[in-house]
C-alpha cells in the first residue's frame, strides 16, 4: 500500500521566484511520512549505536534497511522467522529497502554483470552468488519493506570498463547502463506482481551525467506506473556541481502525484538544495558515518570534536539543539535556560580515549539534527516561508562554530 498527498507547494510571489519544494504525506503499510522527510540507514538491521526508541524520540519517520547484506547475514530464514525485518528490529514504522544494486556496484571488479543478474562472491564467507532483480524483490518480500527498491545497475562517474578504466564513463557506457537498469525494472515490476507483495515498489532513474539519458530513463519508467521514483546513481564520486547539475534536472520532473526519493544524499546544503528542487524522501550514512570520526553536524556550521580546542570547553555542541547529547534528559537547548547536556570537552575525552559512548552521542546529534532540520523545513512550507527558511539556514551554517 501507498499513498501520497500533496499538501502544499513553494510558490513564488512578487519578490521570491519560488522553487519545488513541496510538502507532502505518504503513507504505507506501517505508517505514515511527513515530507520532506530524511531517512537513517540501518544496513545491518540497526542504525548504528542508536535504539529505536532514541530514533523514536528524535522524530525518525521511516528509517532503511540493505537488502544486500542481510541477505548475507542473518539470511532469510531467520528473516522469515520473525515475519521480516520489523519484527527482528523492533522497529514498528515504515522501512525502505535499497535493492542491493548499490552494493554490487561497490564490488567493483569483484563481481561480473551480465543481462541475467550478477555472478560474485559473497564477502562473508566466499560462497559464488547470484543476484537478479528477481531475487532481489524475493528478498524484500522477505524483508517485508514497505518500499521496494528496483534491482538496477548504479552507472559509475569512473569507467571500470577495460578500454576506458580510469576515464570518465562516457555516454555510450552510460546508456548501456542505463538501458539495463530499464529492462530490469520491468523484470522487478513484473516479479513483485507474481509474489503478491502487499506494499510499494519504486523505480530508479539512471544515466549517469547526461541529462538527454535522464530523462529518457525517466520517461519509460512513468510510462510503467510506478508507485514512486527513486533519482539513483548520484553521490558516487562525481563533483559537487555534476551532482547538482542532475539534482536541478531530473527530480522535478517525476510525476507531482507521486513520491520523489534522492538516493544517498547529502550533506545539510544538499538536502536543503535537493528539496528546493522537488525532492521528498533522502538517506545517507553521512550523519552516523561522520559521528564515527569525530565530526558534528550543527546549526552553525560542522564541528571536528578532535580539535585540541575543545579540550577544555563547557559549551555543549550546539546551544540550539535539544538532542539527548546537547540537552540531557531536559529536552530543552541550552540558551533557553535549560540544563545542558555534555560538554565539547566531555565529548572530545571520549573520543581521545575511544569510549564507545562518544560515536553514540555523535549519531544521535547528527540525526536529530539532520530529522530536525527536515522538520523545520516542513514547517517553512505549510507557512510559506520556504525562501526566508533557506536564507537563515544558509547564514548560519556560514557562521562557524
Not at 204 to 232: C, H, K, T, W
Not at 295 to 317: C, E, M, S, V, W
Request: aromatic share 8%; net charge negative; proline share 5%.
Amino acid at each position: 500500500m501507498l499513498k501520497f498527498e500533496l499538501l502544499n507547494n513553494d510558490t513564488a510571489t512578487e519578490n521570491y521566484a519560488g522553487t519545488h519544494a513541496r510538502r507532502g504525506e505518504l503513507t504505507l503499510n506501517h505508517g505514515v511520512v511527513q515530507t520532506p522527510i530524511f531517512m537513517p540507514v540501518g544496513t545491518y538491521g540497526t542504525v548504528k549505536g542508536v535504539t529505536p526508541s532514541s530514533l523514536e524520540d528524535m522524530g525518525a519517520q521511516i528509517i532503511l534497511g540493505n537488502t544486500f547484506h542481510l541477505w548475507m547475514r542473518p539470511g532469510l530464514d531467520v528473516m522469515e522467522s520473525f515475519g521480516g525485518l520489523h519484527q527482528f528490529e523492533k522497529w514498528d514504522k515504515p522501512i525502505l529497502t535499497d535493492s542491493g544494486g548499490f552494493q554490487v556496484w561497490s564490488l567493483g571488479e569483484m563481481r561480473k554483470i551480465t543481462e541475467e543478474g550478477v555472478k560474485f562472491s559473497s564477502p562473508v564467507n566466499g560462497d559464488k552468488l547470484f543476484l537478479t532483480p528477481e531475487i532481489s524483490m524475493q528478498i524484500q518480500t522477505t524483508l517485508n519493506s514497505d518500499i521496494v527498491m528496483q534491482f538496477d545497475e548504479c552507472t559509475p562517474y569512473i569507467s571500470v570498463e577495460p578500454k576506458t578504466k580510469g576515464q570518465l564513463t562516457t555516454e555510450a557506457e552510460a546508456r548501456t547502463s542505463m538501458e539495463l537498469s530499464l529492462r530490469w525494472a520491468k523484470r522487478c515490476q513484473a516479479e513483485f506482481t507474481k509474489l503478491e507483495n502487499p506494499n510499494a515498489l519504486f523505480g530508479i532513474v539512471q544515466g549517469g551525467m547526461f541529462e538527454n539519458l535522464r530523462q529518457e530513463s525517466l520517461d519509460q519508467l512513468v510510462e510503467m506506473d510506478f508507485p514512486g521514483y527513486a533519482v539513483g546513481g548520484v553521490s558516487v564520486g562525481e563533483p559537487k556541481d555534476e551532482m547538482r547539475r542532475i539534482m536541478a534536472h531530473t527530480p522535478h520532473r517525476l510525476p507531482a502525484h507521486k513520491p520523489r526519493y534522492l538516493m544517498g544524499v547529502g550533506t545539510p546544503e544538499d538536502l536543503v538544495e535537493g528539496v528546493a528542487q522537488g525532492v521528498d524522501m533522502f538517506d545517507c550514512v553521512m550523519p552516523t558515518r561522520n559521528a564515527r570520526n569525530g565530526t558534528f553536524f550543527t546549526r552553525y556550521g560542522d564541528l571536528k570534536i578532535r580539535n585540541a580546542r575543545h579540550k577544555t570547553d563547557h559549551q555543549p555542541l550546539d546551544v540550539t539543539c535539544t538532542c539527548y547529547a546537547c540537552a540531557g534528559n531536559s529536552g530543552v537547548s541550552y540558551d533557553q535556560g535549560g540544563r545542558s547536556g555534555f560538554s565539547r570537552a566531555y565529548l572530545h575525552h571520549l573520543d581521545r580515549c575511544g569510549e564507545m559512548l562518544g560515536p553514540m552521542l555523535a549519531s544521535i546529534h547528527n540525526l536529530h539534527y539532520y530529522l530536525n532540520l527536515m522538520r523545520e523545513v516542513r514547517e517553512s512550507l505549510d507557512v510559506g516561508g520556504f525562501g526566508a527558511m533557506v536564507a537563515r539556514f544558509k547564514a548560519d551554517r556560514a557562521r562557524g562554530v
